[in-house]
């Protein structure tokens, strides 16, 4: 799943991922993604924007994990900061992208968080 509100980078990251056979599916807001993952479809992975139209995705990490702890959350954000990384990896984040991104850090952070 994609959670980003720009849509151009919801395509991005799916063709990406594609490469890896990966299929994908976008939320543009905190509230969509809450009820796809209520969804009876698995979710692998979660690539997760921060600044999204209902709020902070970075306060949504701990929840998510607590509730479906088999998830990969990869965080991306354009807003880079050192107390948000440590934010985002002590809530439970497996992984933590800055935008903008290359299609090898994403398939890098693919491999990282299913080791």
Excluded at 63 to 73: N, V
Aim: hydrophobic residues 40%; glycine residues 4%; aromatic residues 10%.
């Amino acid at each position: 799943m994609i959670v980003d509100d720009e849509t151009d980078i919801c395509y991005l990251l799916s063709n990406i991922l594609k490469q890896k056979n990966i299929q994908t599916v976008f939320a543009g807001s905190l509230a969509e993604a809450d009820k796809m993952l209520q969804s009876p479809d698995y979710f692998y992975y979660v690539f997760l924007d921060n600044h999204l139209p209902d709020g902070l995705g970075i306060n949504q990490i701990k929840r998510w994990k607590e509730r479906f702890p088999s998830i990969h959350l990869i965080m991306i954000t354009a807003h880079d900061s050192y107390e948000e990384r440590k934010k985002a990896s002590t809530e439970g984040a497996d992984s933590f992208i800055s935008k903008p991104f290359s299609r090898d850090i994403i398939l890098n952070s693919i491999v990282q968080t299913s080791a």
